[in-house]
């Protein structure tokens, strides 16, 4: 709450400090995203367009088949991106599910880019079974802190959340979890998911800090948008507390100006989602991103 409380300037000058002694930067990781399973949900986060409990736009599509997944990570390549995202909206995989995904990891990597999943709650025994595809890293985010959770999600606890990471971590993959502002919670709540990531044994090497796209449909769908500063001030106290991660700059960049992105970049942002889509919303577009990586002399990695 401190680093939250400091002048503006001062907090940018200190996060610039932390991440000039672990970062280049002038360099910005790039990840495409793309969704393998669409829709449907049985989990009713509220700020998500994929619950089948609320009444958004998404349709529910089957598990995409391996050819159209490795059509999308070929372009992910081509455009410039350094690993592939893969995500489903499931609240957990079921095993047959888990053995089709391990084959599109081995098939990403063998293109010669990273991998990632998100997938839900792993059950004993499936990240074993990613790591041995192959898999580079497992995207679970907390979303918030322990307790405003349960006004955002009820068909699973925070609890389940972590006990997803302990079984990712002990598999020997690296993590990717962050969270989601602007969804009502308070200064405090953002502080303490921070903390939270700080204090763990072995922080996550990715840490997306996703500013809330509301969903016309979902019960988050009319949320005014959290202050701009509040956010950029999120992106700085995550840099301090989290030295040696990658900070993502994530959903939410379409509605950002490049003027407000590179504040988010001063900030110690250095990794964002590239490409025309998140899962199911827009993302900035990237020849709009490789006008700004080159108005900043960005080198994109
Ligand atoms: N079903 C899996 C899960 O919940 O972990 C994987 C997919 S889920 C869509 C992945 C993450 O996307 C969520 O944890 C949340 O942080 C982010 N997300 C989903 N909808 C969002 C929205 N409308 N705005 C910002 N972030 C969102
Ligand atoms: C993360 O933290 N953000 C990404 C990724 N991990 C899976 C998802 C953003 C989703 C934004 C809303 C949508 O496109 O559905
Ligand atoms: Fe399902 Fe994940 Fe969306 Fe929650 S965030 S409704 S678990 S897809």
Wanted: aromatic share 6%; net charge negative.
């Amino acid at each position: 709450m401190a680093l939250y409380e400091m002048p503006f300037m001062d907090l940018i000058w200190k996060a610039q400090l932390v991440h000039r002694i672990h970062f280049d930067a002038n360099q910005i990781q790039r990840s495409a995203l793309f969704s393998i399973k669409t829709g449907g949900c049985s989990e009713d986060c509220k700020y998500c367009s994929q619950s089948a409990r609320h009444d958004t736009t998404v349709e529910r599509e089957p598990l995409k088949p391996l050819a159209e997944v490795l059509a999308a990570a070929r372009q992910a390549k081509t455009q410039g991106a350094s690993r592939f995202c893969m995500g489903a909206a499931w609240r957990s995989p079921k095993d047959k599910d888990l053995e089709a995904v391990a084959e599109m990891v081995r098939e990403v990597k063998a293109l010669g880019l990273e991998t990632c999943l998100t997938l839900g709650i792993l059950k004993d025994g499936q990240a074993e079974r990613l790591k041995e595809a192959g898999l580079d890293f497992y995207n679970h985010n907390l979303d918030t802190d322990a307790e405003f959770y349960p006004a955002i999600v009820s068909t699973h606890t925070h609890d389940d959340r972590l006990a997803t990471l302990d079984q990712v971590r002990a598999a020997g993959i690296k993590i990717c979890s962050g969270g989601i502002v602007g969804m009502g919670e308070t200064r405090r709540n953002r502080a303490g998911l921070l903390v939270q990531f700080a204090n763990m044994p072995k922080p996550p090497e990715s840490v997306p800090i996703n500013h809330l796209v509301a969903i016309p449909g979902s019960p988050l769908g009319d949320l005014p948008s959290l202050d701009h500063f509040e956010f950029v001030r999120t992106i700085a106290v995550a840099r301090i507390l989290l030295p040696s991660s990658h900070i993502r700059l994530s959903a939410g960049r379409q509605s950002m100006s490049d003027e407000m992105q590179t504040l988010c970049f001063l900030a110690g942002a250095n990794s964002v989602f590239y490409g025309d889509n998140l899962l199911t919303t827009d993302n900035a577009k990237p020849d709009q991103d490789d006008g700004l990586f080159q108005k900043l002399d960005l080198k994109a990695v």
